[in-house]
C-alpha cells in the first residue's frame, strides 16, 4: 500500500471526533481484511484446483463426511498458502488500536490467524482456527499434520478435521459470549472486509445498530450493511485503518 493512497482518504471529521473522543471498540473483521496478505476472500473465485469448488459446499460436516479426503485437502491447501502470507498494515493498525484503545474487542470470521501473528491478543474467533485440528466425533483436540489424509484420532479412532465452524455448525458458545457481550457495550462498532453475508455473525452490526453504537463499515465494495452504517468507508482496510490508527496515536 503506497503513501499515496493513505494520503488521498479522509476521515468525515464526525466520524474523527467520535473515535478519538470513545474508548470502547468492537472490531469484526471477515476475510477482506487479509485480502492484501494474498489470502484469497472466502467468495473469491478459488484458484487452481480449486476453482470447480464452491467454498460454501466445501465448508460443511455433510461434505467431509461424504469426501473426508477432498474437504482435508482443501484445508491443507488453504493452510499451505495462509503459511506463505504475512500480516498486512490493517492487521497491525489493529493491533495497535487494541494498544492504545481502553475497551477494545475484535472478532473475527477469519480462520487464518493472521490477527495473533500481527501481535492482536484476546482474539475471539467467531468461526475458529483452521491453525488447529480436532476429532470430527469426539471434538478431542489433535495435532498439527501435513499429512494428505485426515489422521485418525488418538482417542477414539474418528478422523481429524480443522478445527473450524462450518456451515450448520454452531458458534462456539464462548467466542458467542464474548462477541454477544462486546457489542451490548460498545460505543463504535467496526465492520471491516466482510459481504455481511453470513450469520450470526453478521447479526453483530444489527445489534450495534440498534444499540445506536456508532457503525463504521469499511469495504472496497457496498455491503447489505452499508445503507444502514453511519459511516461507509469504500475502500481496503490496509488503507483506512492505518490513517485510523495515526489519528487516535495522535499523528
Ligand atoms: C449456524 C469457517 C446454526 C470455515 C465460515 C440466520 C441465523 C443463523 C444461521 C443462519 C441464518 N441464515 C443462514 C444461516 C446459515 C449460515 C449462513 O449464514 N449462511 C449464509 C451464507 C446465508 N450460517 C451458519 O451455518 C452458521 N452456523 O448458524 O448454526 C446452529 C445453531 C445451533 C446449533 C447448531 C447450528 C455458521 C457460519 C460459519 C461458516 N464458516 N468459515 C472456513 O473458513 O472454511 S464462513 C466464511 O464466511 C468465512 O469464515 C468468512 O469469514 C465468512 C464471511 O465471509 P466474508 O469474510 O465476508 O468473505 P466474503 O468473501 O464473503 O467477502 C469478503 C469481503 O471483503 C467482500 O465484501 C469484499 O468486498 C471485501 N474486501 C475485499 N478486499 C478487501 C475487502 N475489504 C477490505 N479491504 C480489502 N482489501
Ligand atoms: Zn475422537
Same mark, same amino acid.
Given at each position: 500500500m503506497s503513501d499515496t493512497e493513505q494520503d488521498r482518504v479522509e476521515l468525515p471529521s464526525p466520524l474523527a471526533d467520535a473515535l478519538a473522543r470513545t474508548e470502547r471498540w468492537l472490531v469484526m473483521t471477515g476475510s477482506g481484511v487479509s485480502a492484501e496478505s494474498g489470502v484469497p476472500t472466502f467468495r473469491d473465485a478459488q484458484t487452481g484446483l480449486w476453482a470447480q469448488y464452491d467454498p460454501q459446499q466445501l465448508a460443511t460436516p455433510e461434505a467431509f463426511e461424504s469426501d473426508p479426503e477432498t474437504v482435508w485437502q482443501w484445508y491443507q491447501w488453504r493452510r499451505e498458502l495462509i503459511r506463505e502470507t504475512s500480516p498486512n498494515p490493517a492487521h497491525l493498525a489493529l493491533a495497535e488500536l487494541q494498544r492504545l484503545k481502553q475497551?477494545?474487542?475484535?472478532?473475527?470470521?477469519?480462520?487464518?490467524?493472521?490477527?495473533?501473528?500481527?501481535?492482536?491478543?484476546?482474539?475471539v474467533e467467531f468461526h475458529g482456527s483452521i491453525q488447529r485440528n480436532k476429532c470430527f466425533l469426539c471434538h478431542q483436540p489433535g495435532p498439527e499434520s501435513d499429512a494428505p489424509h485426515p489422521p485418525d484420532c488418538a482417542h477414539c479412532g474418528?478422523?481429524?478435521?480443522?478445527? $473450524?465452524?462450518?456451515?450448520?455448525?454452531?458458534? +462456539?458458545? =464462548? #467466542? %458467542?459470549?464474548?462477541?454477544?457481550?462486546?457489542?451490548?457495550?460498545?460505543?463504535?462498532?467496526?465492520? $471491516?472486509?466482510?459481504?455481511?453475508?453470513?450469520? +450470526?455473525? =453478521? #447479526? %453483530?452490526?444489527e445489534t450495534a445498530l440498534a444499540r445506536k453504537a456508532t457503525v463504521v463499515e469499511i469495504n472496497p465494495n457496498s455491503t447489505p450493511l452499508s445503507s444502514h452504517a453511519d459511516f461507509s468507508l469504500r475502500g481496503p482496510a490496509g488503507v483506512w485503518l492505518p490513517v485510523i490508527a495515526d489519528l487516535v496515536r495522535g499523528g
Open positions: 475497551d477494545f474487542v475484535l472478532v473475527t470470521q477469519n480462520v487464518d490467524g493472521l490477527h495473533q501473528r500481527a501481535g492482536s491478543t484476546n482474539v474418528g478422523l481429524m478435521r480443522p478445527d $473450524v465452524v462450518w456451515f450448520g455448525e454452531a458458534i +462456539p458458545g =464462548a #467466542a %458467542l459470549q464474548a462477541a454477544g457481550h462486546a457489542v451490548e457495550g460498545c460505543d463504535v462498532f467496526f465492520s $471491516v472486509g466482510t459481504s455481511s453475508l453470513v450469520y +450470526p455473525a =453478521a #447479526a %453483530l452490526a
